[in-house]
């Protein structure tokens, strides 16, 4: 029963995202179909991610009133709604409106189902919370494949449109499951958004530890292809690859870093990461041979992805069941916001002192991190971790 409720979950997800990700592949039929620069489509892109930052904290406090589950439905619905309004959008206006709705849909989704499906499976978090992403994360490999093979039968908007099919179909197929199969007691509504907040040392501690490779990551996979074209001289399809490579390392780092979460020592293990991205970007700026570019690139998407499912499953492992979903929310809106600056920041650095030197910063600027928190939980211990309170 728990199982068909995660399976449905996965199925959701994977189109929560895809809904988010869709819009980078489009980005020249857009600019095409609508006479737009790049700088007016690349702002459509922008209010996706905006999107999904935006609601994440109000719906924190929402979730003090309203269960879970009923917030991922309703997700579900708004992100069918937006995806038919976006198909069918005839301006760049329209397509922005739509573009923000898409984002505010996944959004609220992630906030409230992320601590849902902790809650499924309370003794392997991280596993499930791991799989959970690692369906959202096939969206970003496969999405340019689905763009691309909608493009040659159909127009753009059909992309939309079809997802808004799936949305609303995957959402429907939920609300029977969840009507057949009751939810544990504790993936019901938050009680208190107030005491959320009163766990605010071991949110800053994850804000941090998320916060600070993922505001290098946004700038690095962003400028990746135009990175490795124009410093490291490769040619256009294999940097395109490269890239694809990226994030299909995500998949097997969100599966196995889950599981990584369960069973290793909470704050080692994010530290570690902190020093595998690092050392892995830093790696990437000294490669030189083909070989050795193509093993900084998985190493990057695979270390990049992993911190997800394990401060998720840190933060959920530290806190109450009826914490959670409000100090993820809180958690989850703060990081987003702070890490959607990255791109816009490493290009400043890298018009200004040039890639190599912007990713060296980067990557000194994360291993600085890891060392003062490293220095820390030496000294004094970190807060949180699993078995920190009661269930």
Not at 32 to 55: D, H, I, K, R
Not at 157 to 171: I, K, P, Q, S, Y
Not at 320 to 327: F, K
Request: proline share 5%; aromatic share 10%; charged share 10%.
């Amino acid at each position: 029963m728990t199982r068909r409720t995660f399976g449905t979950l996965c199925g959701l997800v994977f189109l929560i995202n895809l809904g988010r990700v869709a819009f980078a592949p489009l980005v020249p039929t857009i600019g095409s179909e609508f006479g737009a620069s790049p700088a007016v489509v690349g702002s459509v892109t922008t209010l996706v991610w905006l999107g999904s930052a935006l609601p994440r904290i109000p719906v924190g406090y929402l979730l003090t009133r309203v269960p879970r589950h009923y917030v991922v439905l309703g997700s579900g619905l708004v992100l069918a709604a937006a995806a038919t309004f976006t198909g069918s959008a005839e301006s760049i206006r329209a397509l922005r409106i739509g573009a923000l709705s898409i984002g505010l849909a996944s959004g609220a989704y992630f906030v409230a189902a992320v601590p849902l499906v902790a809650e499924l499976f309370p003794s392997g978090r991280g596993r499930a919370i791991g799989i959970h992403g690692a369906a959202s994360q096939l969206a970003a490999v496969i999405a340019p494949g689905v763009v691309v093979g909608v493009l040659l039968v159909s127009g753009w908007g059909d992309v939309f449109r079809l997802l808004a099919v799936g949305a609303l179909a995957v959402t429907a197929v939920l609300f029977v499951v969840l009507r057949r199969d009751p939810l544990p007691a504790s993936a019901g509504a938050d009680r208190d958004f107030r005491s959320a907040l009163s766990h605010w040392r071991v949110i800053l501690l994850v804000i941090v530890v998320v916060a600070a490779p993922g505001f290098v990551w946004q700038g690095v996979f962003n400028f990746y292809v135009t990175y490795l074209t124009g410093t490291k001289g490769l040619s256009t399809p294999f940097a395109n690859s490269l890239l694809t490579v990226v994030f299909a390392a995500g998949l097997p780092a969100f599966w196995f870093g889950g599981q990584l979460a369960d069973r290793l020592p909470q704050i080692p293990y994010l530290l570690g990461i902190l020093v595998s991205f690092a050392g892995s970007l830093l790696g990437l700026v000294v490669a030189e041979s083909a070989v050795t570019i193509v093993a900084a690139t998985v190493a990057i998407g695979f270390v990049a992805h992993a911190m997800f499912p394990a401060a998720d499953t840190f933060l959920l492992d530290s806190l109450p069941a009826d914490n959670r979903a409000s100090a993820y929310a809180v958690f989850s809106g703060i990081a987003l916001l702070f890490e959607s600056t990255g791109s816009g920041a490493l290009g400043v650095a890298a018009e200004r002192a040039g890639f190599d030197a912007a990713f060296v910063a980067g990557g000194l600027g994360v291993l600085t991190v890891a060392v003062v928190l490293g220095t820390l939980h030496a000294g004094r211990g970190l807060p949180g971790g699993r078995g920190t309170v009661g269930q």
